[in-house]
């Protein structure tokens, strides 16, 4: 194979969180990884990005969680407030007893920062990092996988992560389906916070709740930026139309909102307008010596600000799967690959397609009107602070596919 | 005036509830009372009622609370289920705490039931009652009030009770709306309890919520009637058609239901349709000498079981408020009328606005589908049993415009 680029133990396709975590989480189980990104360069576009405890967690079982807290923010509580009146509907303080229940604390961080981390810690741990590599095909059948570049380079592997994102190409292997549109588009933005801000906003994950809009809130970068998204449901789509989502949509959206909600759209970056796209749950993200990891196995729409979180959830599912079968006392097993993926796979399936799930209603919970909007009002009202009923199968410890809190049977790489 | 039928203190216009109750309260305050009513007997169609403590009370008050005891049920609780899953989403128990805290018992009972008791009272009280009269125009404005029929009679009293129901030819006097159509219909059943009624049906007030239908279902008669009211939105009416709401409807109303709904539908008397309205609310319900008094003033959808309820609370409202000033220590002062019945009309036109805004919200809570009935359904369910927060403004003792216990400077008359 006179084309041969590279031959490693796991090759891992994208390098956005998914990747990156994935690759990690092999590293330190011993694998020799190779990640290869079609960009250029590695980065991440977007703002901030909210990490639960449940991924929090999983950041502190690689190391990571102090590089993160060095430059997040961990907000005081979550708010709820409807953005017609400002009423107050819910909230979470999120330090004290939230933080003990769920072992670790809830940290905003921007997306480009929690990236760099992750990159670091590859690099570190000695994953092979590789841009401008643009795979097409896989053959994931054999006793060695192989991945074929747009170049005409091959890539040859034990197993392949395929962490491609929401518009997986290596998806097609597994399922026929495609992104769906939720008609909802967002705009983002991350502006120095000023003396001019208002105080209220710079401890707090705010989020208001409007008929077909809302718009979250929260200070990133040890609270020197504030984030903003404001997210509403385009009517021109829903009209048909090809160009739809633009800012004259933005201003009518929050029109009916109160002056908060209306002065924080100033804002945002009206260059870039991001569609929210996510799929149906499947079942099966493995073919062979390939997994799907990330968004490429179970895009989500970003009411529950999970997107990220569980993709750190897989790679330390993985970690645990992969070091009980391919990882062993006498050396590396890679006839256990398949095992290892369809271990993760059933470990992972049932969980994130109720978040994907979860996620849809709770979006739509956010955006209703009328006396849907008067019953979730009221049920937003009658919760108490440190009602964890809502929040445990989520963030919570030793849920079913959430991954363990220490490593199982870990041989970690010292960094 | 040659031909004057009768001269009295009050003329009530109208025998439902709203007429008796308000005739009742007069005479007890010492007046002449003259009722007059366009049907040739008197008497109620429909079939059971429920009587909150808010309208006990006021029995209570007039010594009718036994005889209401006596051929009434008290229900052991309110329950209210999913009529999809059959799943209970919410109970109050109306014994116990309930009772102590409003005072009075919860009691279900028919219709024709209440209104005899109702009927009894007024004659025995000495109220003239009077059928076969259909009023079509009143005089409010002089000394004395002047009631014309269609026979060409003339009904000459200090004041009129306007009490012609939903459909009300007096209130054009202060008004010049019409009913609202709810799109809702109601069939209506009582049938005789057997051994194969199921056991769980019979100590409850239970209310099936279902998308675009409901379901309530009571016994009656010292259990030996089951009262079953099937309610659903026709979508004939809403394509305009003028026939609408037909048996075929009912049927598919509720085809995704649970089976003890379904079941229930055979006791449902389909030979006549019950289409649901309501009015807006209006504040002035006094011109001159003449007010109107329940559904008259403010008729409401069925949802809060408060039509009757709030009869009740108006006649005992305007009791107290014409006792204060016409009925006075040196005999009536009939000039004081315009006073009192605008007393009765400030003291009650909020709270009943309420009762019928409130009414059309909750019946739109009960048909929700979609995530608006996730909503509700973790909103019931998270609401205890005894926790009283949605009842006390309606069922509560001294709530701003309901009556007092004890009549205000009572001089009753005795029986």
């Known amino acids: 194979m006179s084309n041969l680029k590279a031959s490693t133990d796991v090759l891992v396709v994208g390098g956005g969180m998914a990747g990156l975590a994935g690759a990690l989480a092999l590293r330190e189980n011993g694998a020799d990884v190779t990640l290869v990104e079609v960009a250029p360069a590695f980065g991440e576009v977007g703002a901030g990005l909210q990490m639960a405890p449940n991924a929090s967690r999983v950041l502190k079982r690689w190391g990571l969680l102090e590089k993160a807290l060095e430059i997040g923010v961990q907000p005081k509580h979550l708010v709820f407030r409807d953005a017609i009146t400002g009423e107050e509907l819910t909230r979470q303080t999120v330090g004290g ?13 921007h997306r480009s920062d929690l990236h760099r981390i992750l990159l670091e810690a590859c690099q570190e741990a000695g994953v092979t990092l590789v841009n401008d590599v643009l795979v097409q095909k896989v053959e994931t059948d054999g006793d060695r996988a192989r991945a074929y570049t747009a170049k005409g380079e091959v890539f040859e592997a034990d197993a392949i992560l395929a962490a491609d994102g929401l518009k997986s190409t290596l998806r097609a292997i597994v399922a026929s389906d495609g992104p769906v549109n939720s008609a909802y588009v967002a705009y983002r933005g991350t502006v120095p916070i000023t003396e001019e801000t208002p105080a209220a906003d710079l401890e707090d994950v705010i989020v208001y709740l409007g008929p077909n809009c809302h718009l979250v809130q929260y200070p990133l970068r040890k609270g020197q930026l504030l984030n903003t998204v404001a997210v509403f449901k385009s009517p021109s ?21 109160v002056p908060a909600v209306q002065e924080a759209l100033k804002n945002l970056a009206t260059g870039i307008r991001w569609p929210m796209y996510d799929r149906n749950p499947i079942e099966t993200w493995v073919s062979g010596r390939m997994a ?20 750190l959830e897989d790679a330390a599912v993985l970690q645990d799967a992969a070091s009980n079968r391919v990882f062993t006392a006498e050396g590396i097993d890679a006839g256990a690959w398949e095992d290892a993926f369809r271990e993760f796979n059933e470990t992972r399936a049932a969980r994130t397609a109720r978040v994907q799930r979860t996620a849809r209603i709770w979006g739509e919970s956010w955006h209703v009107d009328g006396v849907a909007r008067v019953l979730r009002n009221m049920l937003f009202k009658s919760r108490g602070d440190n009602n ?28």
Do not use: S, T
Request: with cysteine; proline share 6%.
């Open 237 to 257: 789509f829903e009209r048909g139309e090809e160009q739809y989502g633009g800012v004259d949509e933005l201003q009518a959206a929050y029109k009916d909102c």
């Open 292 to 311: 799907l990891i990330g968004d490429a196995a179970h895009p989500m729409l970003q009411y529950l600000a999970q997107g990220a979180c569980q993709a």
């Open 97 to 109: 007893e939230f933080e003990e229940r769920y072992g670790a604390p809830y940290v905003v961080i």
């Open 388 to 415: 964890f009923q809502y929040n445990d199968w989520l963030y919570g410890r030793n849920e079913p596919g959430a991954p363990a809190e220490v490593p199982a049977g870990a041989k970690l790489v010292e960094a």
